[in-house]
């Protein structure tokens, strides 16, 4: 296991840039301090760090990439609903971005709330939509996954030891 203890050094650093005029430096820290929380398994944390953060992302791109983790966070934590709703804003603002990757990552994000909601024929949906973007970028890895567990969920999920979404 790795020592994380100089998260808690980071912490107290990033409260001391809260009370500058340094908004770079505090959406950094949050970046950062959002990734250690995560990593670590404590998801309601890295969500109320990157919700904080949401306001000072600048680009469409960073904002997908916010929605994405506070979407994954939702779902470690089992809250698909929520999962699902980050991952649609997710999506949103990588179809803005025209970014085809992170559409990929966001589509699958949803499909894999869906499925946790039992909505299988939405997740194969976004399933389908999400190998499509695969297809565009050459994404050969992404593209056996998504086809594995779209026909799992195809199957209304029947035959899946685990939860394979």
Not at 15 to 27: I, T
Not at 78 to 99: H, I
Not at 118 to 142: G, R, W, Y
Request: hydrophobic fraction near 40%; include cysteine; glycine fraction near 6%.
């Amino acid at each position: 296991m790795q020592d994380y203890s100089g998260a808690r050094l980071f912490e107290d650093l990033f409260l001391s840039f809260q009370c500058s005029d340094l908004p770079d430096a505090v959406s950094r820290a949050l970046d950062n301090i959002g990734r250690v929380y995560a990593r670590i398994g404590k998801f309601q944390q890295a969500i109320d760090t990157w919700e904080e953060k949401i306001p000072l992302a600048k680009t469409s791109l960073e904002k997908t990439w916010l929605f994405h983790e506070i979407g994954r966070c939702y779902l470690e934590l089992d809250e698909a609903a929520e999962a699902q709703d980050y991952g649609e804003k997710s999506l949103q603002s990588a179809e803005e971005e025209g970014d085809v990757e992170w559409q990929l990552n966001a589509s699958v994000l949803v499909a894999q709330a869906q499925v946790k909601l039992q909505d299988f024929q939405s997740a194969v949906t976004n399933f389908e939509k999400a190998l499509e973007k695969a297809k565009l970028i050459h994404n050969d890895a992404a593209m056996q996954a998504i086809i594995i567990v779209s026909d799992v969920c195809g199957a209304g999920g029947q035959g899946a030891r685990d939860d394979p979404c």
